[in-house]
C-alpha cells in the first residue's frame, strides 16, 4: 500500500498536473471541482509562484474544519510532504482528500477516485467562498467576524476620531460649526457611508472638522486631527473659501459685528467717557481681569491689541482686546499674530462706515433660510445625539453666538458676557469716574477792583461762625507768612486747606496777635475788621448752600477761591482801616501842629 | 549672530534666559552668571565718573576662546547679557549696539502691558519672537 500512494501519488501528481493544465484527467476533477481548485489554489498561491503558500494552505485546511491529525494524513498523502511544497498536484490532490475526509471516507488516494463533492471550507474570507460552501451558521458568523471586525474597526476609529474631537469642544460649549448648509450635505456625501450611524458620526464630525479648519487657519495653535479628517479638511476649506468671498462676515471669528462693537464702544465709554481719549494700562487691567481669564493669556490679548504700545488702549485698540477676550471665553485659542480685521486701522474705518453694517445683516438672513433645512436634515439623522441642538442651531451661522442675528446660543453666550459685564459695569462706573481735574490754580494776587467788590458784599454785620473764621484767617496768614514762594503749593493749600487749618491752628494764634499787634493801637479799628470780617461770613453763607449742590470739586475750588477772596477782602479792609487811621493821624498831627504854632510865642517881632 | 541671550533684573536673577538650542545650554547659564561680576564692576566704575548716559551699552565684557560677551544694562538696573560666537567676526560693534537697542525697545514694550509685573519672569511671544531673530541659526 505504500507504494500504492507512492504510485498512486505519482501518476496523480501527472493526472493533477495534466487536469490542471488541460482538463485530462486520471484524476476525475469534475468541472465545478476544477474550478474550485483551481481558484483556491490560485487564492493560496499567487499566480506568479508554482507552489501555494504553506501558511494559506494551511489556513484553506484549518477552514475545512477536519481534526488536525486528518490534515496532517491528507498531507503526507497527497505528498507535500515528500515533495516539500505544495505544488498544483498535491494542492489539488490534498482538497480532493479532504472532500473525501468530509464526506467521511478515508484519507486514501483510492478515495479520491470516488464521486466526491466538493470540500467545504468555512471561514473564507470571500463571499463567493462561503457561498460555496454550505456553510454552518455558526461558522458563518464566526468567520464573518473578521470581516465585521474589520468594518467595526474602521468604525471604531472613526469613533475615536469623532471622540477625541467632541473632547476638545466642551471648551467651546455653545460654539457653532460654520458650515454653511451647502458644504454640510456635501460632507454627507464625501462620507458615503451606508450606514445611518456611521454616516452621522461622520457628519458630527465634519463640522467639527470644518471648524477646526478654520481654527486651523485662524490659529495654527489648534489641536491634530485624525489623517481622515485632511481629505476632508482641504475640500471643505475650499468650500470655505468660496464661501468666505461671497459671504464674508459670517465666517470669520475675529470679524466684529456692529453689535459687538456698539457693546464694545459702550463698555468703552463706561470706563473712559470721551471716545477719542485712551483708557490706561491700570484702569483696563481691572477691566479686563474681571473676565476672570488667566493673566499670562491677558497679558498675550494685551501685547496683541496694544499696536502701538504706549500703555494705554484707544478705542480701537479696546474693541480688538474686548473681542479677543471674548473669543477665548468662547473658547478660541488666541492667534499669534493679531487678525488683520482687528488692526486699529480697520477697526476705525469700519467705524466710519456703517454701511457695511446693513450689508452684515442681509448677509446673516440669506443663510437663515437654507440652514433651516438643513436643520430639519440634521435634526432627521441625528438620533438623540448631544451634539444635534448645536448642529441644528448653527447651520450657516456665525461663530460667535453673540450676535443675536442666531438663535439659543446667541441667547446663551449673551447672558454670559452680560453677565461679566453686569458686574463690570458697577465696578466699572465706580473706577470709571476720571480723576478729578486739579482745581485750576488760583491767582497769587486778587486784583484790587475784585476785592473791592467783594467788600460790599462783606458790608453787613452778623454773628459768625468762629471755625470760618479761624479758616479765613489762617489762608490769610499762611499766605503772611510764606508769601512769593509758594504759587503751585496754593493749589494744594486750597485743597486740603482743612488739613492746613488744623495743623496752621498754633500758629494762626501768634499771627492773630500779630495782627493785633500790628494794630494795637487801634483796638476799635481792630475789632471792625473783625466785625466786618465776620459780617462778611453770613454773606458767605448764602453761597454754601448754593455751593453744596455742585459737585465736591467745585466746591472745594470755590471754597479754596472765597477763602482766598476773603483773605484778600480782609487784608484790605484791614489797609483801608489803616489808611483811615493814618489820614486821622494826620489830621491829629496838622491840629496839634497848628496849636503849636499858634502856641509858639510869635517871636518873628 | 547671537548664541545666547539673557536679560537679567535688577536683583541678579534671570527674567528671561534663551539659548541657541543645540548647544550645552549649561554653560551658557553659567557664563551669563559669571559675566555679571563684570557689568557689576563696570556699573560701579561708571557711576564714580558720571558717566551721562547711563543706560548704555557696556560692551565686551570678557572674551573667551569660543565666544564673546556683551553688555548692557538700563537706568533700571536691568542688565542685557548678550554671548556671540567668537567664530563670527563679521559682527561689529554697531550690529551689537543695536542688537541690544532692539532688545531694549522689546523690554519696554512688554513693560508697558499692564499685566506683567516687573520682576516676573518674561513670557511675552513677541519678545520671544523678536529674541528668535536674533539668534544663530543653527542648521
Given at each position: 500500500m505504500e507504494q500504492g500512494p507512492a504510485g498512486g501519488s505519482g501518476p496523480a501528481a501527472a493526472a493533477a498536473a495534466a487536469a490542471a493544465g488541460t482538463g485530462g484527467l486520471l484524476l476525475p476533477l469534475s468541472e465545478t471541482e476544477q474550478q474550485r481548485y483551481s481558484e483556491l489554489f490560485s487564492r493560496c498561491c499567487p499566480p506568479p509562484e508554482a507552489a501555494a503558500g504553506g501558511s494559506s494552505v494551511g489556513e484553506l485546511f484549518r477552514a475545512s474544519q477536519l481534526p488536525p491529525d486528518t490534515l496532517h494524513q491528507i498531507t503526507e498523502v497527497c505528498g507535500a510532504k515528500r515533495v516539500g511544497y505544495f505544488g498544483p498536484a498535491q494542492f489539488y490532490i490534498a482538497l480532493k482528500l479532504i472532500a473525501a475526509a468530509q464526506s467521511g471516507f478515508p484519507v486514501r488516494i483510492e478515495s479520491i477516485k470516488n464521486e466526491l463533492p466538493l470540500p467545504r471550507f468555512m471561514a473564507l474570507k470571500n463571499d463567493t467562498e462561503v457561498r460555496y460552501g454550505t456553510p454552518a451558521e455558526f461558522h458563518g458568523v464566526k468567520f464573518q467576524v473578521p470581516h465585521a471586525t474589520l468594518e467595526k474597526s474602521s468604525y471604531k476609529r472613526a469613533d475615536e476620531g469623532e471622540k477625541q474631537e467632541p473632547k476638545s469642544p466642551p471648551m467651546s460649549p455653545i460654539c457653532s460649526p460654520p458650515a454653511s448648509p451647502s458644504t454640510y450635505q456635501r460632507i454627507a456625501q464625501s462620507y458615503g457611508y451606508g450606514k445611518a450611524r456611521s454616516g452621522l458620526e461622520q457628519q458630527h464630525g465634519a463640522p467639527y472638522e470644518v471648524r477646526h479648519s478654520t481654527h486651523q487657519q485662524d490659529g495654527p495653535s489648534s489641536g491634530n486631527y485624525g489623517a481622515k479628517s485632511c481629505p476632508s479638511l482641504q475640500s471643505l476649506s475650499v468650500e470655505r473659501e468660496q464661501q468666505d468671498s461671497s459671504s464674508q462676515y459670517s465666517d470669520d471669528p475675529w470679524r466684529i459685528t456692529e453689535e459687538q462693537r456698539d457693546y464694545y464702544i459702550n463698555q468703552?465709554?463706561?470706563?473712559?467717557?470721551?471716545?477719542?481719549?485712551?483708557?490706561?494700562?491700570?484702569?483696563?487691567?481691572?477691566?479686563?481681569?474681571k473676565s476672570k481669564l488667566p493673566i499670562p493669556e491677558l497679558s498675550h490679548i494685551w501685547e496683541l491689541s496694544d499696536v502701538d504700545c504706549d500703555g494705554a488702549l484707544t478705542l480701537p485698540e479696546f474693541c480688538a482686546a474686548f473681542h479677543l477676550v471674548v473669543a477665548r471665553k468662547n473658547g478660541y485659542q488666541l492667534p499669534e499674530t493679531l487678525p488683520e480685521t482687528l488692526l486699529p486701522e480697520y477697526l476705525q474705518a469700519a467705524c466710519l462706515k456703517p454701511v457695511r453694517d446693513c450689508a452684515l445683516f442681509d448677509s446673516y438672513s440669506e443663510p437663515l433660510p437654507s440652514s433651516q433645512q438643513t436643520r430639519d436634515f440634521s435634526r432627521a439623522e441625528v438620533r438623540g445625539c448631544k451634539l444635534g441642538p448645536y448642529l441644528a442651531d448653527s447651520d450657516g451661522s456665525f461663530f460667535f453666538s453673540i450676535p443675536a442675528a442666531q438663535e439659543p446660543n446667541a441667547h446663551r453666550a449673551r447672558p454670559r458676557s452680560r453677565s461679566y459685564s453686569s458686574t463690570s459695569i458697577e465696578d466699572a462706573m465706580k473706577k470709571g469716574e476720571e480723576p478729578p481735574t486739579p482745581p485750576?490754580?488760583?491767582?497769587?494776587?486778587?486784583?484790587?477792583?475784585?476785592?473791592?467788590?467783594?467788600?460790599k458784599i462783606f458790608q453787613q454785620n452778623t454773628q459768625a461762625m468762629t471755625d470760618l473764621l479761624l479758616q479765613t484767617e489762617q489762608p490769610s496768614e499762611v499766605e503772611l507768612h510764606p508769601q512769593m514762594n509758594r504759587p503751585p503749593s496754593q493749589a494744594e493749600e486750597n485743597s486740603s486747606a482743612k488739613k492746613e487749618v488744623v495743623l496752621a491752628q498754633p500758629p494762626s494764634k501768634p499771627a492773630r496777635r500779630k495782627l493785633r499787634t500790628e494794630a494795637q493801637g487801634l483796638e476799635t479799628p481792630e475789632l471792625s475788621p473783625t466785625i466786618n470780617v465776620t459780617s462778611s461770613l453770613p454773606a458767605v453763607k448764602p453761597h454754601l448752600p448754593v455751593q453744596k449742590q455742585s459737585s465736591k470739586q467745585k466746591r472745594a475750588i470755590q471754597t479754596a477761591i472765597r477763602k482766598n477772596k476773603e483773605a484778600n477782602a480782609v487784608l484790605a479792609r484791614l489797609n483801608s482801616e489803616l489808611q483811615q487811621q493814618l489820614k486821622e493821624v494826620h489830621k491829629e498831627r496838622i491840629a496839634l501842629e497848628t496849636q503849636l504854632e499858634q502856641l509858639r510865642p510869635v517871636t518873628v517881632l | 549672530m547671537a548664541v545666547c541671550i539673557a536679560v537679567i533684573a535688577k536683583e541678579n536673577y534671570p527674567l528671561y534666559i534663551r539659548s541657541v538650542p543645540t548647544e550645552n545650554e549649561l554653560k551658557f547659564h553659567y557664563t551669563v552668571h559669571t559675566s555679571l561680576d563684570v557689568v557689576d564692576e563696570k556699573i560701579s566704575a561708571m557711576g564714580k565718573?558720571?558717566?551721562?548716559?547711563?543706560?548704555?551699552?557696556?560692551?565686551?565684557?570678557?572674551?573667551?576662546?569660543?565666544?564673546?560677551?556683551?553688555?548692557?544694562?538700563?537706568?533700571?538696573?536691568?542688565?542685557?547679557?548678550?554671548?556671540?560666537?567668537?567664530?563670527?567676526?563679521?559682527?561689529?560693534?554697531?550690529?551689537?549696539?543695536?542688537?541690544?537697542?532692539?532688545?531694549?525697545?522689546?523690554?519696554?514694550?512688554?513693560?508697558?502691558?499692564?499685566?506683567?509685573?516687573?520682576?516676573?519672569?518674561?513670557?511675552?511671544?513677541?519678545?520671544?519672537?523678536?529674541?528668535?531673530?536674533?539668534?544663530?541659526?543653527?542648521?
Open positions: 468703552f465709554r463706561s470706563l473712559q467717557p470721551d471716545l477719542n481719549a485712551f483708557i490706561s494700562g491700570s484702569v483696563a487691567k481691572n477691566f479686563f481681569t485750576p490754580r488760583p491767582q497769587k494776587s486778587h486784583s484790587r477792583a475784585s476785592s473791592l467788590d467783594l467788600n | 565718573a558720571l558717566v551721562d548716559q547711563r543706560e548704555l551699552y557696556l560692551g565686551l565684557l570678557y572674551p573667551t576662546e569660543d565666544y564673546k560677551v556683551y553688555g548692557y544694562v538700563t537706568n533700571s538696573k536691568v542688565k542685557f547679557v548678550m554671548v556671540v560666537d567668537s567664530s563670527n567676526t563679521a559682527l561689529r560693534d554697531n550690529e551689537i549696539r543695536s542688537m541690544f537697542r532692539k532688545l531694549h525697545n522689546s523690554y519696554t514694550d512688554i513693560m508697558c502691558n499692564p499685566f506683567y509685573n516687573p520682576g516676573d519672569r518674561i513670557h511675552s511671544r513677541a519678545f520671544d519672537t523678536m529674541v528668535n531673530s536674533m539668534m544663530m541659526q543653527v542648521c
